[in-house]
């Protein structure tokens, strides 16, 4: 994929990241999940995009980067399913893989 490319899959993510801010700043008693859904969904196309690139958006970045604790913070109660994702997201993004595939490790593990 070239750099325009992937500058529209980054712009899409901080715009769900945003939209899901904004929804959970509004919503008194029910979670977002759709919003929250939405951009998991963006930041795995965008991870996928850039999987082998040495550099990555900034921006992108910053919003994974604790994205787990962030959550846990945010509110009280967080749906399970919220964290499921969430951890995820972060080991595909700076890690490069996904802590849910079993026997996917790398070898000597």
Not at 24 to 38: E, H, N, V, W
């Amino acid at each position: 994929m070239d750099g325009s490319g992937k500058n529209r899959l980054a712009t899409e993510v901080l715009d769900r990241w945003a939209s899901f801010q904004i929804a959970l700043a509004g919503a008194k008693r029910r979670y977002p999940l759709q919003d929250f859904l939405s951009f998991v969904d963006a930041a795995k196309r965008y991870i996928e995009a850039t999987r082998r690139d040495r550099l990555v958006h900034r921006d992108v970045a910053s919003a994974i980067n604790g994205l787990t604790q962030a959550l846990r913070l945010e509110r009280e109660r967080v749906p399970g399913e919220v964290l499921s994702e969430a951890d995820p997201v972060g080991c595909l993004f700076f890690g490069g893989f996904d802590p849910r595939l079993e026997g996917d490790d790398p070898p000597g593990l």
